[in-house]
């Protein structure tokens, strides 16, 4: 284990970090901004012809504008997404996450750009889920470690709490077209996916699915920066409150999601929010 | 039939994705065949404890899979040690290439401990230093039997790439779930992907028998 | 009972241990056999030899069903080989074969390989079966030797040990097939002299062998096989001193020097 | 560190359970195929034959996850619902199969065909001469093989979190999206690989020395 630290360290120090100085001045200072997406979250970021597409796009080069820097875009998967923040081995994730408890401890988010719902999805051909209790006994699919795996776990309680069986299981996969993917096959009854993604998967296979109803308050979808950063937030949410005001976000949201949705620009956060408490 | 269609349109959107694979096994391979030289020379130190961190190395490698060695180098490590930013392409690389080095030092010291003893007291008895011992009687000797076993390292080197595909790195494996996504095509891309790395896994493995063929002419047996 | 018609014995003449007649084999497109016609009586004891790949190792092969003649007929001791499994295993019974490799199992001890068939071919019990073993590698001289694995033993003694474990089937045709030819030569005289034991003994033996002062110590008759033909069949003082044929007279000259 | 086994203990011993299962259980299945699988490989039936060699090459030159995706792709088209623990222990299976098959083949190989005729000589029959005679031959060298194969499973069977199979890794990401002790939990996960693959290993040699006195010629 020793000879792996070593050879690690030796390999950092070659790649060259510093990361004593303010994230945004080193950003500036070399002209990048290192960012990290996943590209599997249609219509925000998505691939299409090798491209990283989708609102987030527009807006990340809206930002690099402001911030007058080239962009390096890295694509990974989302369970991987926060905790490479805070491994430092980006700058930013620019990748729509929704600001909750768990997050929050940790992260810092931006100024959200749009909201979605928790979006309960069947089979086009499924008759027997309407509501919250039809979902006891039925075995159930999400993206693992996403906001709505969290809510995933909420509903299952708030059955069980109600006196039902709960989820026959929850299943949790690695992205969000995986989950639409096994309940097209059936591999799963339901799935609980934001109801952008859910608009989505509609308009991709439009006879496949039924969205059936929405589960709690609307969810916002943010970027996130380490809590440190304050400085880099700032000059994003600077960006972000110039697009709203000047109904850019608007126009993005028409062109991307097909509506429209306000964000406050305060409130989005949980209580126990890392960067309320600074 | 309809998917190995669908597939075959996708070959094209991956070729990207098979060049990074390409090159991420290209330079981990370099990279390991290095190491894979120090870890032997360390192992026939004559400091016991240099033998010992190198037979550490060695079991820790051959006991931790690839995807943990990956998650602790990208995620792992620099989250611990505060490390800045650093590339999944050069992790994903390291990765495979400190993996690799430890698999292929076990080939070198086979190769090694097949040579006839006769070779180093000869070598000795004709006043050969250490370096042209090694220069001009063992490597020519040692190489023969290791290249052919060499190549194939580099077959499961390929074998273990799409690991990266787990961080950041978009080889021939990502590349295919992007399509996939893209397209809503289940099956094709990956038929696609999975036939590609059967070519390029399927030809290296040609390539050492024929290297074994060829070296061992003219052997006398 | 003596046949009176000694040039076409009957299927029945307990006299005649093998009889083969008009057998050709091809490997593919290549004729190994030739129209080979040779019967052996009971307690004869037959050298057969010939350059390599001459038949004779075909030919001997085919006496216990290693190989399978295309033509012509096989009968050991009376029954007739044919692709019934049934019949093989019959002839196997009472044929033994010692092999030039020895062809010992190696992750048995020598008693076990003497009484691994008996035991579960003649389904004898174990202390009769170790009995017989005990008893034929007394005879071969290496008794001592039965708790040792093949590996630890010498080339000669392993093929002392094939010699024992063939004789314990009781067999009543031996089979020898270039048995010294993978020897050192120092141990060529100790299986020679076991194998001139035996034929004291008066089994009826067919030995593919070079081994020329072996035929003339203690064959009855030697055979001369070229291209998958029996060339010239004779007494071994004729065959030496006076070879009829031309191929004989060049092997001959070839081998004894 | 203490707080994170006594938390989450429970869901990463589940996941190195599971691996536990998946891995023998694929194993064994998968060894019965490949048995069957090398005598396919040996047989002189042309297109069985062909079939069997295909079969193997195609799983020995192509990557493990890539198999996975491929069967988790094949049974959604197919549209059958099997819990993923149990395609991943098929995905093993499928894949060790293979390997064994090369494995049983080399033993088959190592065996000479002097010790068949040696038995055949005696008259001893197919099936006994298979059972005395190549089968004791056959394991010195296939039973350690397999046991080294049995650690490459393990470690290969990690590529199975890529598929969402309820695995040891997959507990791993699992506990990380709920804790963010990224470091810690990669290090736990590791040395339950490590203990557990060296463990097999370490098996496979002691089966080595204690079977090196069936080897011919030692």
Redesign the interface.
């Known amino acids: 284990?020793k000879?792996?630290?070593l050879?690690?360290?030796l390999?950092?120090a070659l790649?060259?970090?510093?990361?004593a100085e303010d994230t945004l001045a080193k950003i500036k200072a070399s002209g990048k901004i290192?960012v990290?997406t996943e590209?599997?979250f249609?219509p925000f970021e998505?691939?299409?012809?090798?491209k990283i597409i989708g609102f987030g796009s527009d807006l990340l080069s809206e930002f690099s504008k402001d911030l007058g820097v080239q962009v390096e875009q890295?694509?990974?998967?989302f369970?991987?997404i926060?905790?490479?923040l805070?491994?430092?081995?980006?700058?930013l994730v620019a990748t729509s996450v929704t600001p909750n408890a768990?997050r929050a401890k940790?992260y810092a988010f931006s100024r959200p750009f749009a909201a979605i719902e928790n979006t309960i999805v069947v089979p086009s051909d499924d008759d027997t889920i309407k509501q919250l209790s039809d979902l006891n006994g039925v075995l159930v699919g999400t993206q693992?470690?996403s906001s709505t795996?969290a809510v995933a776990r909420q509903m299952n309680d708030e059955l069980k709490a109600q006196g039902g069986s709960g989820f026959s299981d929850l299943?949790?996969?690695?992205?969000y077209?995986?989950t639409?993917?096994?309940l097209?096959?059936?591999?799963v009854d339901a799935i609980i996916v934001p109801s952008i993604t859910a608009a989505e998967f509609m308009r991709?296979?439009p006879d496949a699915f039924k969205i059936k109803f929405t589960y709690g308050k609307p969810a916002y979808l943010s970027w996130v920066t380490r809590p440190e950063d304050k400085t880099l937030l700032e000059a994003l949410n600077s960006t972000i409150n110039r697009l709203i005001a000047s109904g850019k976000i608007a126009e993005m949201q028409k062109k991307w999601v097909g509506v429209n949705s306000a964000t406050p620009e305060n409130g989005y956060l949980p209580d126990n929010a890392v960067q309320l408490r600074q | 039939m309809k998917y190995i269609l669908s597939g075959i349109e996708t070959v094209p959107l991956l070729l990207d994705g098979l060049l990074t694979t390409l090159a991420i096994c290209g330079l981990a391979s370099i990279l390991a065949i290095a190491g894979a030289v120090v870890i032997v020379a360390a192992r026939r130190s004559h400091q016991r404890w240099i033998t010992a961190v190198a037979m550490l190395y060695v079991t820790l490698m051959r006991g931790l899979p690839i995807v943990i060695l990956v998650f602790l180098l990208y995620f792992g490590i620099p989250a611990l040690l505060d490390l800045g930013r650093i590339s999944a392409f050069w992790v994903g690389i390291l990765a495979l290439a400190m993996n690799g080095a430890a698999f292929q030092s076990e080939v070198l010291r086979g190769a090694i401990a097949s040579l006839p003893k006769g070779q180093m007291e000869g070598s000795h008895a004709l006043g050969l230093n250490r370096f042209q011992m090694w220069r001009l009687v063992l490597v020519p000797q040692v190489l023969p039997v290791a290249l052919p076993a060499l190549a194939g390292e580099i077959g499961f080197l390929i074998k273990a790439s799409p690991v990266l595909s787990l961080i950041t790195v978009v080889d021939l494996t990502r590349r295919s779930q992007q399509v996939t996504m893209q397209t809503f095509d289940p099956l094709g891309p990956l038929l696609a992907a999975g036939a590609l790395y059967f070519l390029l896994i399927g030809t290296i493995g040609w390539m050492s028998r024929m290297l074994e063929a060829r070296l061992t002419v003219g052997k006398s047996r | 009972m003596l046949s009176l018609v000694a040039q076409s014995p009957s299927p029945v003449d307990t006299n005649v241990a093998v009889s083969i007649r008009d057998v050709s084999k091809w490997f593919g497109a290549f004729q190994v056999l030739e129209n080979i016609n040779l019967e052996v009586r009971v307690g004869e004891r037959i050298v057969i030899a010939g350059p390599s790949g001459s038949g004779k190792s075909t030919m001997i092969r085919c006496l216990n069903g290693l190989e399978r003649h295309q033509k012509g007929k096989i009968l050991v001791n009376g029954t007739e080989l044919s692709e019934n499994r049934k019949k093989i295993d019959t002839v196997r019974k009472e044929v033994g074969m010692v092999f030039q490799h020895f062809n010992l199992f190696p992750h048995l001890t020598i008693l076990e390989n003497c009484t691994l068939a008996p035991m579960w071919v003649k389904n004898a019990d174990r202390r009769q079966a170790e009995g017989i073993a005990a008893y034929f590698l007394e005879k071969v001289r290496i008794a001592d030797q039965a708790h040792k694995y093949p590996g630890q033993l010498s080339g000669g003694q392993q093929q002392r040990v094939a010699i024992a474990r063939a004789l314990c089937m009781k067999p009543k045709v031996l089979l020898f097939d270039e048995p010294t030819s993978a020897l050192d030569p120092e141990m060529v005289r100790e299986v020679l002299d076991t194998m001139v034991s035996l034929a004291k003994d008066g089994m009826t033996m067919l030995c593919v062998t070079h081994e020329m002062g072996f035929a003339r110590q203690v064959a009855d008759r030697v055979i001369f096989m070229d291209g998958g033909q029996i060339i010239e069949e004779n007494t071994p003082s004729e065959f030496f001193a006076n070879p009829q044929h031309e191929r004989a007279k060049a092997f001959l000259s070839q081998i004894i020097h | 560190m203490i707080d994170l086994l006594s938390n989450y203990g429970v869901i990463i011993l589940r996941g190195f359970l599971w691996t536990i299962i998946l891995v023998t259980g694929g194993f064994a299945i998968g060894s019965v195929f490949g048995a069957v699988l090398a005598i396919l490989l040996v047989s002189k039936q042309k297109l069985l034959n062909w079939l069997a060699r295909s079969y193997v090459e195609l799983i020995r030159n192509t990557p493990f996850l890539i198999q996975a995706m491929l069967l988790f792709a094949l049974f959604g088209i197919m549209r059958m619902r099997l819990e993923p623990l149990l395609v991943g222990l098929i995905a093993i299976a499928i894949y060790s199969a293979a390997y064994m098959a090369e494995i049983i083949r080399g033993g088959l190989a190592s065996v000479s065909d002097g010790q068949r005729e040696g038995a055949r000589a005696l008259a001893i029959g197919p099936f006994l001469e298979f059972r005395l005679i190549i089968l004791p031959q056959l394991l010195p060298f296939v039973l350690p093989a397999s046991v080294n194969l049995l650690a490459t499973l393990c470690k290969e069977s990690a590529f199975l979190a890529g598929v969402s199979v309820a695995e040891l890794t997959f507990s791993g990401q699992v506990v990380i999206t709920q804790t963010f002790l990224v470091f810690e939990v990669w290090a736990v996960i590791g040395a339950l690989y490590l203990v557990l693959v060296l463990s097999v290993m370490a098996a496979a040699k002691r089966l080595e020395k204690k079977m090196t006195w069936l080897i011919p010629g030692r």
């Open positions: 284990m000879n792996i630290l050879t690690l360290a390999f950092a790649v060259g970090a510093a990361h290192t990290a590209a599997a249609k998505y691939v299409e012809d090798g890295l694509d990974l998967p369970q991987g926060l905790t490479g805070a491994a430092k081995q980006y700058d768990e940790n693992l470690g795996d299943r949790l996969f690695q992205s077209p995986d639409a993917f096994n097209q096959s059936g591999q991709t296979s």
